[in-house]
Structures are given as C-alpha cells and as structure tokens.
C-alpha cells in the first residue's frame, strides 16, 4: 500500500488544479488563500486509504475526499471567526486579512 504520504500528495495536487479564479473574487480569493495554508490533509487522505483498501478506484474517491477536505476548512473559517482567532497555520485568518462578512460568505461557499 502506498504511504501516507502519497496521499496526501494527491490531495494537494488535486486542491491546488481547483479552478478558484472566478468571480467575484472577493468571495473567492479567501478559499484559495485558505486552502493554500496547508495542513495535513488527514480527513481526505483516510478516505483514500480507505478506498484504497477495498480496491475502489483512486479517480472516483479524489473529488469526494477534496469536498471533504474543503468541509474541513469551511468549520476552521468559521470557527476562527467565533473564536476571534488571529492566525490560523501561522498567517492571518481569513477574518482579519479581510473581514468577518467575507469570511463568513466564503465559508459558507466552500
């Protein structure tokens, strides 16, 4: 079986090819700073290793692990915003970069 890290290789490449450069792009740029932040990519990664071990198709699990990944992010947006939280992975959160409204509204977009 293929490492973690493989994985989570995956993840990254697929988020990073998300066509996020549309309008409006104030509602759209604080996603792409957001999951350029980083992490772990744990959520999504055990998603594929949990297709991976019942012989599912890695091309079918990719965007379904992503949309959770991006859930995952939506809760951390929101809950910086509820915990007044300055920084998130060391950079601003979206609320102070921008403000709270639109932190909001790309939440809930993600």
């Known amino acids: 079986m293929p490492d973690l890290k493989y994985f989570q290789n995956l993840i990254e490449k ?3 090819e998300l066509d996020l450069n549309v309008e409006p ?3 759209y740029e604080p996603i792409r700073y957001m999951l350029a932040l ?3 990519r744990m959520r999504p990664s055990l998603c594929l290793i ?3 071990l019942f012989d599912g198709d890695i091309k079918d699990a990719l965007k379904p692990a992503c949309g959770v990944e991006m859930f995952h992010n939506f809760t951390l947006l929101h809950d910086d915003i509820m915990d007044n939280a300055p920084y998130r992975r060391t950079n601003q959160t ?3 970069k921008w403000n709270a ?3 909001l509204l790309s939440g809930d977009a993600m």
């Open 14 to 16: 697929e988020l990073k």
């Open 38 to 40: 980083g992490g772990k």
């Open 50 to 52: 949990a297709n991976h």
């Open 25 to 27: 792009l104030r509602l």
């Open 94 to 96: 979206v609320h102070h």
């Open 101 to 103: 409204s639109i932190a």
